[in-house]
């Protein structure tokens, strides 16, 4: 049986602060995992289980609506502007492409919230949505956490925690 409630809250990331950016960074990346296999199940299940399957996809859906999009936003808006002067031109490229996955993924996104039937089409757009996301942790934890660490002052992470809280509406 699919429990959205359960699959939220399953294998969940130790409770992380906001006050540490790199580490909020990672603690997202773990959550955004979750509804990964979330929408897998919801894909391996939806023939069986179509009620609880379309629940559990609504579940992800709000959160990738909310704490994804915030998350592309802490980086792209917060962490990208303040490390983007102090790279050398490799690491600019690969921020860039960072940048590009982000697009890809939105896009991806907006196909799987469009897809209009559990199907195979629904399927191949889950499994396309959960591979471009899976490579774009794995491509971010490569390097960005490392980058943002070096770069960062203690004062720009202070600036990057209390956008990242604003944008969550906790100040």
């Known amino acids: ?38 929408l897998e199940l919801v894909a391996a299940n939806f023939e069986t289980k179509p009620d609880e399957a379309r629940e559990a996809l609504n579940v992800a859906f709000k959160y990738f609506d909310t704490n994804g999009a915030w998350h592309t936003e802490d980086e792209e808006k917060s962490v990208f502007p303040r490390i983007l002067s102090a790279l050398e031109e490799d690491e600019m490229e690969f921020v860039e492409l960072l940048g590009e996955q982000h697009r ?13 039937s559990f199907d195979e089409s629904f399927r191949g757009i889950v499994a396309e949505f959960c591979a471009l996301y899976r490579e774009h942790i794995a491509t971010e934890e490569s390097l960005l956490i490392t980058i943002g660490r070096k770069y960062l002052s203690a004062g720009q992470l202070t600036e990057i925690s209390a956008e990242m809280k604003q944008r969550r509406g906790l100040q």
């Open 104 to 116: 890809g993924a939105e896009a991806c996104y907006a196909k799987l919230k469009a897809a209009s």
């Open 1 to 38: 049986m699919i429990k959205p409630q359960e699959i939220s809250k399953a294998g969940c990331a130790p409770k992380n602060s906001l006050d540490d950016p790199m580490e909020h960074l990672l603690a997202c990346h773990r959550r955004i995992e979750q509804r990964l296999e979330s």
